[in-house]
């Protein structure tokens, strides 16, 4: 039985799945949008989620002066997201432009949209995890046109 039991395994010891939650975060930040099994996705999100509303306080502490003197940054929460998101430009990305961008959203920062594709090797189902607030971009939709344009002429 499950009970209680809130760990999403990925068929992984503790120490790979923290791993990978930690590389798939940094690339939903800094990319936006990625293209994971729908079990990934399903354990990142919260994963991710916990990390953006730690960043979304920091920056609301900031905003209000309430560090302490001497103080421009939240360094305390900084750190603590700092263990999870190891890329320094990542981090940037996150506390400078994620975190002021959700500061009305009371939560909900992600999205997962099931392909209802399978990935070739092993059958598992494909998904799509991005951030809310964040459109497609425009370049995405023109590159992904223009081999199809190029293989019919």
Do not use: N
Not at 56 to 80: C, F, I, Y
Not at 109 to 115: A, D, E, F, N, W
Not at 124 to 132: C, F, G, K, S, Y
């Amino acid at each position: 039985m499950r009970h209680r039991d809130k760990v999403w395994k990925l068929k992984r010891t503790r120490s790979h799945r923290k791993a990978l939650l930690c590389h798939l975060a940094t690339a939903l930040i800094v990319h936006k949008r990625i293209v994971t099994t729908e079990a990934k996705a399903k354990a990142l999100r919260p994963f991710v989620e916990r990390l953006i509303t730690k960043a979304k306080r920091a920056v609301l502490r900031e905003q209000s002066g309430q560090l302490p003197t001497g103080w421009s940054v939240d360094l305390h929460a900084r750190r603590l997201v700092a263990r999870f998101i190891r890329d320094k430009k990542a981090l940037q990305e996150l506390f400078g432009a994620v975190a002021p961008k959700v500061l009305e959203r009371p939560g909900g920062y992600t999205r997962i949209i099931k392909l209802g594709l399978y990935r070739r090797g092993d059958a598992a189902r494909m998904a799509v995890i991005e951030l809310v607030d964040w459109p497609p971009a425009q370049e995405e939709s023109a590159h992904s046109t223009a081999p199809k344009a190029a293989a019919a002429s």
